[in-house]
């Protein structure tokens, strides 16, 4: 009996050991190790993310010129997914039965459970359609998004447009997930934050098939999507359809600006594209062809092509003599054609004879600017050269040239004014002088200086001697309103009483100047011309000005690329907006009859658009294939 | 004797007790395992817990009209009731329904019979009857044969069935014959055979091997003296290594391949919660999240939401550790403990050898399928599809061990009428 005693007692204890290892085994895994219950939420709870409506886009009048227009993802649970009859399906949302199984395997490979997404955007019709039979195929559903609409095509580079988010926002930026849309460029991408709203997410149970069990807690965790704020633009829909026509079949960019406010009123740049290209399930391939069009469409000219200011440069130079004191009203100099340095020319359009600062800008004399740039450079009070240029200099930018205004367009560049340590490279430390740069004076040289930048310029001569920083949004429903940066008033440092004799200037111009072709009648348009020597072809045509001269209302800048003279086609493009926007009809009929018709592409582009045309597309044909095999592959 | 007439009162109240409290408790947890919304009448019989309901109804009855059954029956019995589910096991082969890929089930109208549940009953029961035959020893040749033969025909023909893990449990009596004076190097042997065995699995053989023979060197110089001692030795270090062969022999050749993955899984070889891993994964991932009180009655995610599979059968015990947390799992855990203890308590107060015999084969068959199913939930045994005593659902399962419990009650109440 002892030793059964002995074997009941060895029994209980291996019974009692298993129960003892049982018991640490739970205290681990339960009180001790906390990453089950973090998996455990892993599983079972889902968070929906509820995308908010973008903010819409009205222009400066309230006509709404972007809106929301939903598309639906079709949506797949592979493992849900079961007898499905392909056939019909397919038929339905109008894919073969070899797509089926491609998406199908794709959706498979990424997750039996998860939703993933079979069709991106099913347009509404498709939708309609399948909505009604939807039912007949478990694993399937709709899940709806919006995409951008813009009723009438304009404006694209302003606008800008949306895409998914790649993986550099995402680290940066945890309000972002993949799969997520954000503004790509233009408005949509500097108002990203105003735009995009405030994403809403429910926690969900889920089963162990992903089916909804029910929210989480009664949704104590719950937020609902904010939609996002709307925009009232600056710009006048009327004159930025009226700049585009006027611009079509021509290269260039134009930016006209009210000088009282720094609002922007059009912004064109030729060529455009219709932004509902770029929208939905075409993006990727439309984006590609437009990406490899040799006029580069996508480019915005207005904000970031950079062009020698040609003779609308010679106005900043006056103001700048002015305030140096080296030149008044009555200065005179005396043209004979040219400014000769030595062996050196600078060639003028015609002999001017003697004449004064009003005449010399209403003429654009060459002669007489290169006297105003070198009285400038070369005054006494400098010791070397790179004094003088480095005072013209700093001078220069506070006109807004060389330097970014930090408008809310995100594209904008700064343009180009050389440095000294750019001549000093150029020609070496001290081999440089005033007549070693005297191109500057008329405009030349290396300076570069975008269509925003022209008009800005000239928002500070109506105003005689401050800007506003340019901006595209007037105001943001449920804001304060846009950013105080936008309503200072930005000061240059020549002082407002040197500005009316270079107005007076600029009205003879048009009046009896170089644009006198496109004098309007009962307006008084100040304006100057420009036309920028170009290495790679044609001169370009500019044209700068603001009207009225009392109280202007409009100021603008415009670059036609190899358009020739200023008065071409710059001053008639130009002139003809001002008229649309001050009066909003047109009294030469003729001229813009002539500016809608005329053709004004660049040679090169031309020839290469005929060598092009067969390539493209053969190009095009592949790109598509492409576009839409990376499509699949994300 | 006394009171003749009132069959409740000799029985053992703690098993009685343990036995309800267990059985509701596995009720509950069903019910909190499969529960959703749209099914919520606690009497649902579309549903696994409505069921349950009327299984646990069931097993109330047998339990009472084993106790009104007369004592003496039993032992007498034993035998016949044997033969009769050795012949229903062989009538499965023939007949049974493919669940699961194992052959287990014979189907008798709607109802579903599983007779490997039953067999361990008629099992113990004949083990019983024919250890405690007079003049029976243990050490005989021919008792352990034929004891061997008593345990070892219905596990083959479970085994044929393809039912390993029900087939397993067998190995359990091993206890009961060691009760009953099988040498205690049985257990030391098998022990280190298990040793062996994931050894086998873990170390490369050629280190094993190395390790084999270092102990038995070690072995040597303490023992040389004694040839006898030398001649063991030699024959543990061969046996030794015939069971790493074997071992590496059966798993390559003879187990199955879900058989193989998840002893891999569970010695950490293979990783694949996904696949092989998933139940394991997802059950302890259950358990673990319940914390130390639990999530609450019918607040449990893992299991409501089938992430854990068979949650109301083999993986019951996940639905107590996710709602219950340490706390319930101890409880269950210390309520098996005390109904084992008390087992072993009230069977080595019987008079009778049967009794005492039949009540250690209850322990012991109670003991290896909490070993086994707990041990898989929380990860520390294979995934073998055996069923929690008393939890799980499923009548087959709840309705053996009822009987298999309440044959011993009704014998430990009957115990002062034996003469012995």
Known sequence: ?634 | MRNQGGILQNIDRWMVVIFLLLVAMGWVSIYASVYNDEHQSILDFSQNYGKQAIWIGGSLLIALSILIIDGKFFAAFSYPTYIIFILLLLVVLVVARDVKGAVSWIDIGSFKLQPSEFAKFATNMALAKFLSTLDIRMKDLKTKIVSLLIIGLPAVLILLQNDTGSALVYAAFVFVLYREGLSGNILIFGFLAAVLFVMTLLVPKIVLFSVIGGIGLVFYFFVRKKRQNILIIAAGVLIASAIVFSVDYAINHVLQEHQRTRINVLLGKEIDPKGAGYNVNQSKIAIGSGGVFGKGFLQGTQTKYDFVPEQSTDFIFCTVGEEWGFVGSFVVIGLFMILLWRIIYVAERQRSQYSRIYGYGVACILFFHLMVNIGMTVGLAPVIGIPLPFFSYGGSSLWSFTILLFVFIKLDAYRLEILR
Request: proline share 4%.
């Open chain 1, 1 to 634: 009996m002892n030793v059964s005693q002995g074997r009941s007692s060895v029994i209980l204890l291996i019974f009692f050991s298993v129960g003892f290892i049982f018991l640490i085994r739970l205290f681990t895994i339960q009180v001790i190790d906390d990453s089950y219950k973090a998996s455990a939420d892993d599983n079972a709870i889902r968070k929906v993310t509820e995308y908010p409506a973008r903010g819409l886009i009205y222009d400066r009048k309230g006509k709404l010129l972007v809106y929301n227009e939903p598309v639906y993802d079709l949506m797949i649970i592979p493992k849900q997914a079961k007898n499905t009859d392909t056939a019909q399906f397919c038929k339905l949302v109008r894919i073969t039965s070899s797509e089926y199984a491609d998406l199908f395997r794709k959706a498979k490979n990424y997750s039996q459970v998860k939703p993933s997404i079979f069709i991106k955007q099913l347009s509404v019709e498709t939708y309609g359609t399948l909505q009604e039979v939807l039912f007949k195929f478990p694993g399937f559903y709709v899940q709806p998004r919006t995409l951008r609409k813009y009723p009438d095509p304009m404006a694209a580079h302003l606008f800008g447009y949306i895409g998914e988010v790649d993986t550099n926002i995402t680290k940066k930026d945890p309000y972002y997930k993949e799969g997520d849309y954000i503004g790509k460029s233009g408005i949509e991408q500097s108002y990203e934050k105003v735009l995009r709203g405030k994403r809403g997410t429910r926690t969900m149970l889920v089963d162990v098939f992903n089916r909804e069990k029910g929210s989480f807690h009664e949704g104590k965790f719950d937020t609902s999507a904010v939609a996002g704020q709307n925009l009232t633009l600056s710009l006048d829909a009327t004159l930025q359809a009226y700049g585009e026509k006027l611009f079509q079949n021509k290269v260039g960019g134009v930016v006209a600006i009210d000088p009282s406010s720094g609002e922007i009123l059009a912004c064109v740049s030729s060529p455009g594209y219709d932004p509902n290209l770029l929208v939905g399930r075409m993006r990727t391939k439309n984006y590609a062809t437009l990406l490899f069009e040799p006029t580069k469409p996508l480019f915005n000219r207005a904000l970031m092509a950079y062009y020698p200011p040609g003779s609308t440069f010679k106005l900043i130079n006056d103001l700048i003599a002015e305030q140096e004191g080296v030149l008044f009203p009555n200065t005179a100099y005396y043209c004979d054609g040219g400014y000769h340095m030595g062996s050196q020319t600078v060639k003028c359009d015609a002999r001017h004879g003697s004449l004064t600062l009003q005449m010399a800008i209403a003429h654009s004399c060459n002669t007489y600017h290169c006297y105003v740039f070198r009285s400038t450079m070369d005054q006494k009070r400098f010791k070397t050269s790179e004094e003088g240029y480095l005072n013209w200099r700093n001078h220069v930018l506070t006109f807004g040239i060389g330097k970014r205004l930090f408008s809310d367009l995100p594209q904008e560049l700064k343009g180009n004014v050389p440095s000294v340590d750019y001549y000093d490279r150029y020609f070496g430390k001290g081999r440089w002088k005033s007549s070693t740069v005297v191109s500057l004076s008329i405009g030349q040289g290396e300076l570069g200086i975008t269509p925003l930048q022209m008009a800005n310029t000239m928002c500070i001569i109506a105003n005689k001697g401050y800007y506003y920083v340019p901006h595209i949004v007037k105001a943001i429903s449920d804001s304060a309103g846009i950013s105080p940066h936008f309503m200072e008033k930005q000061y240059t440092d020549v002082q407002a009483k040197y500005y009316d004799i270079v107005i007076d200037g600029m009205e003879s111009v048009v009046e009896s100047g170089t644009a006198a072709g496109s004098k309007i009648k009962d307006i008084v348009v100040c304006g100057k011309t420009g036309t920028a020597q170009n290495p790679h072809g044609r001169d370009h045509s500019l044209f700068v000005g603001f009207a009225p001269k009392e109280n202007p209302k409009i100021a603008i800048g415009i670059m036609v690329e190899n358009g020739g003279w200023g008065s071409d086609w710059g001053a008639p493009i130009a002139t003809l907006m001002i008229e649309k926007y001050l009066r909003d009809s047109i009294s030469r009929p003729e001229l813009e009859k002539r500016m809608f018709e005329g053709v004004v592409l660049p040679k090169i582009y031309m020839e290469e658009r005929l060598k092009e045309d067969k390539k493209k597309q053969e190009k095009k044909d592949s790109l598509a294939t492409k576009a839409i095999v990376a499509e699949r592959k994300k």
